[in-house]
């Protein structure tokens, strides 16, 4: 089976899948029980600082169910750890003890001072634990407090920070990413300059994911009121392959480590983060679902995977799809697709028919004939756009096939329709 | 209570053992209890979720009503329950009903893409139910009647056709005087429909709820041709509806079929929707059923549910040929019911006037596709004969039609498109009309057809 070990801005793992810093890292009990069902590492709860701890509400999560599948997107407005500094770091302690060989990561937030920092640093640094992530990403609540994403949003404090804690430790430190900003390359270019080991992205997106229409609250709510939240789970996935793609392809934050954050569920996703950059994942989401179990199907998944593809360790998969990340510029506007119905495999729904007729190119003819239902594709009218396959319940039932146009390579940077064209060379 | 149901000395149960009680109280509770219990939010939504909302769906058109059935579905995905069931009564106000007795397996199931995909269809009756049994529980009366046109029309036969037409005629604006020759509305719903699929005095509130809309003056115990004549109606009213239903039943024509033990499948099944208390039913031990159309499956399972140890029907053809559906062959299959094909009765041989006894003879068909004796047969104990050979429509009531004939056509009243009759003024629907499918649903259908079409005639002629 392919070599599954991870080796990650010199932290080490037997596996990439690490638990994020979430509920599921904020005890030894839940940290050995996902060590025990085979996580390769975990980053615990944030830190806050010495003193009394900060104090939770209920309710904490709020989610979104999509034709029946629970917790499509999941948001939460639970704060860092709820639980006393030296509790936390003696558990950490003798967590790394009794499992040397798994990735035991420590995020921190504590406030905008290098004392704090220096602080948390020496005490966190004693545990023996692999690294520190720096929560530069929780977009509620703390964010009121100066932390989490207030400092995310700036790349001139996540620079700051990133130094003292680079000057103030010998671990490896990794900066974790808010998707809120309009452009993650500010924040990850910041963090690289201020000397970062790696980033780690995304964390939640700002949201509210329900309104109670008896109560017209927000949810989750809280004795009547509710409060934006942080937003996860399945549906973020896109936005953070993105984000995650966007730094892996900048010339500026090459070579910086990429841990991939978001949606990930199984070992596929995980694999679609690798391919644009990442070099480890972290999943909460789909661990508060079904439980630590599921890191089996996705160490055996991506095993299985990278033996069929001849992928014999992750070096040979991360980053792989990256050069195939251009801009909508340089798309090949010769390349031609037509949708294509196998008809042994239709079951007659018209979906395919009414999404392009209603809202698309009316490509798609609706016969009938003897008393059947058929669909055929007009090949004239059809742009090749994908939406009837997208719509379309039988899986491999539409096809979207190529037409040999017999045209060479053209993007828009060289199209005539372009008044800004390059000159032909 | 007697001794124990068929434990009895042999001498005793050898011959006529026909007895009421034997099962408890809990049996017959459990027996005639809702065969298919109603889902719950979880299961509907559950279900709901299955439905891929089709374009022009087949389902819809796999519907003798044309209900919108995605658009159904999809409500209830929403929880906009009322809306959902809005969407179905607006097509057919019998849905609760129709939701119950509908041969879905034959209909907008078997239509359904899932059963293309899947094999395994969305189980669209059982929304339905869902959503209209939310509706009729909060008593809610979605449809309004249009202004008042003056005009007053006569439905004879207050069953789904009957009382469907009264209540679009109403909706319309009409006044509606309907006449019912029994002592219950309802028809079949209330008298023939099989208990367990139409249970808690279903068909009483769901009468209760289509006649809810008002304008309909309901009379029962007025029978055509002895309480009120067409002619009569014809003259009274500017408009007739005639769902009469079937009267008559076939005779298997054999010698004995007057004997003791042998019954009429649909007057024993109207005994046994009226009687309040099952296990003052009497029922064969042993129990024979002629048939092959779902008053024969109806009669048999009913038998065994009543505490029948024996109960078999024989069809002079195969399965296939059978009027009731292969859904409900299984249903009787597993019901604890044997079905033999190929076979048909040559003769009732009883006792002292009792049936001890039905011989059968196999049948085949010949080259010419006709149904003949193949040779050989067998003989079965009996208690109980049940015919079930099929209902016919009875003419009589009509009255001599000496002066302007209402045509018949297959032995059933001729109806075109629109369901009127070849006599003006008059319309009919439901099974007394020819090339009907013997369906609730299409009954109707044929009552909403004939009112749509009687609303055209009257506006037309105002």
């Not at chain 1, 034709?67 to 030296?86: A, C, H, K, S, Y």
């Not at chain 1, 698309?360 to 016969?367: C, E, F, G, L, V």
């Amino acid at each position: 089976m392919a070599d599954l070990r991870c080796s990650f801005a010199g932290i080490k793992s037997p596996n990439p899948f690490w638990l994020a810093s979430a509920p599921p890292t904020d005890k030894e009990y839940n940290v050995v029980r996902a060590f025990k069902a085979g996580w390769g590492g975990a980053v615990w709860k944030t830190l806050g600082e010495a003193g009394p701890p900060v104090v939770n509400v209920t309710s904490r999560y709020g989610a979104i169910e999509v034709g029946g599948q629970r917790m499509v997107g999941f948001n939460n407005i639970e704060l860092i750890t709820d639980r006393p500094l030296e509790v936390n770091l003696r558990e950490i302690k003798q967590v790394k003890r009794d499992w040397p060989d798994r990735a035991l990561v420590v995020s921190l937030m504590v406030p905008c001072a290098e004392d704090a920092w220096k602080t948390i640093l020496a005490v966190v640094e004693d545990t023996g634990c692999d690294g520190v992530e720096l929560n530069f990403g929780c977009p509620h609540g703390m964010s009121e407090r100066g932390m989490g994403s207030a400092v995310g949003q700036v790349p001139e404090y996540i620079e700051m920070v990133t130094r003292w804690c680079k000057q103030h430790t010998r671990m490896p430190v990794l900066v974790k990413l808010t998707p809120n900003v309009t452009n993650i390359l500010g924040p990850a270019r910041a963090a690289r300059r201020g000397g970062a080991d790696a980033v780690s992205l995304i964390n939640t997106v700002n949201s509210i994911t329900n309104v109670d229409l008896d109560r017209m609250a927000p949810m989750p709510t809280v004795d009547g009121k509710g409060t934006h939240g942080g937003y996860c789970g399945p549906a973020v996935k896109p936005i953070a392959l993105f984000m995650v793609a966007e730094i892996a392809r900048d010339p500026e934050c090459a070579g910086m480590p990429i841990s991939g954050i978001g949606g990930i569920a199984t070992w596929r996703d995980a694999a679609e983060y690798l391919a644009l950059g990442a070099g480890s994942v972290q999943v909460c989401t789909a661990a508060m679902h079904y439980g630590f179990k599921i890191v089996d199907d996705m160490i055996d998944g991506l095993g299985n995977w990278m033996d069929e593809k001849g992928h014999g360790d992750l070096s040979a998969i991360v980053g792989r799809a990256v050069p195939n990340l251009t801009d909508w510029q340089h798309l090949n506007l010769n390349y031609q697709l037509v949708a294509r119905i196998d008809q042994a495999k239709c079951i007659k729904c018209g979906l395919c028919h009414i999404a392009c007729e209603d809202t698309s190119h009316q490509a798609i003819r609706d016969i009938r004939a003897d008393g059947q239902r058929r669909f055929e594709v007009i090949d004239a009218e059809c742009v090749g756009c994908n939406l009837c396959m997208h719509a379309c319940p039988v899986p491999g039932c539409i096809d979207m096939v190529e037409v040999k146009t017999g045209k060479p390579h053209l993007d828009w940077t060289r199209h005539p329709n372009n008044l800004l064209r390059k000159a032909a060379e | 209570m007697g001794p124990p149901p068929n434990e009895r000395g042999p001498g005793m149960s050898e011959t006529g053992d026909v007895a009421a009680a034997r099962l408890s109280a809990a049996d017959y509770g459990k027996n005639f209890g809702d065969v298919k219990p109603p889902l719950d939010r979880a299961r509907a939504l559950v279900e709901a979720s299955r439905c891929h909302f089709c374009y022009d769906a087949p389902c819809i058109a796999a519907c003798p009503t044309g209900i919108d059935i995605p658009g159904f579905i999809r409500k209830i995905g929403t929880d906009n329950v009322k809306g959902a069931a809005v969407t179905i009564l607006e097509q057919n106000i019998f849905g609760g009903s129709c939701a119950r007795v509908c041969p879905t397996e034959i209909l907008c199931e078997r239509a359904c893409v899932r059963s293309a995909q899947e094999g395994k269809p969305v189980k669209i009756g059982a929304l339905q139910r869902y959503a209209t049994d939310d509706l009729l529980a909060r008593g809610i009366q979605p449809f309004r009647r249009a202004a008042a046109t003056g005009r007053r029309v006569a439905v004879v036969g207050a069953g789904p056709a009957g009382l469907a037409c009264a209540h679009r005629l109403s909706m319309l604006g009409h006044d509606v005087a309907v006449f019912e020759a029994k002592t219950k509305p309802g028809g079949l719903n209330e008298y023939g429909i099989a208990a367990y699929k139409l249970t808690d005095d279903f068909a009483q509130r769901e009468v209760a709820y289509v006649l809810s809309l008002g304008g309909i003056a309901l009379s029962c115990g007025k029978a055509l041709g002895r309480d009120i004549e067409l002619a009569g109606l014809r003259r009274d009213y500017d408009a007739v509806f005639l769902g009469l239903g079937l009267g008559g039943v076939n005779a298997l024509g054999l010698d004995g079929e007057a004997m003791k033990g042998v019954e009429d499948a649909v007057a024993y099944i109207e005994r046994l929707r009226q009687a309040p208390d099952k296990a003052k039913l009497p029922v064969g031990r042993r129990v024979v059923v002629i048939g092959g159309g779902n008053t024969a499956i109806d009669a048999a399972v009913q038998s065994k549910r009543l505490g029948a140890e024996d109960v078999t029907i024989v069809y002079r053809r195969g399965p296939e040929q059978m009027s009731a559906t292969a859904h409900e062959q299984e249903f009787a299959q597993t019901s604890g019911v044997g079905i033999k094909h190929w076979a048909r009765p040559v003769a009732i041989v009883g006792r002292d006037g009792m049936l001890t006894e039905v011989r059968f003879e196999y049948t085949k068909l010949d080259p010419a596709g006709r149904l003949v004796g193949a040779g050989g047969g067998f003989a079965l104990r009996a208690d109980m004969l049940f015919k079930a050979i099929g209902q016919v429509f009875v003419p009589a009531p009509l009255g001599d039609g000496t002066a302007e004939p209402l045509r018949l056509s297959q032995g059933k009243i001729g109806v075109d498109a629109e369901r009127r009759t070849s006599l003006s003024k008059v319309w009919a629907g439901g099974d007394c009309v020819a090339g009907g499918q013997d369906l609730t649903v299409s009954a109707v259908e044929d009552g909403k057809r004939a009112a749509l079409s009687i609303d055209r005639a009257l506006r037309k002629g105002a």
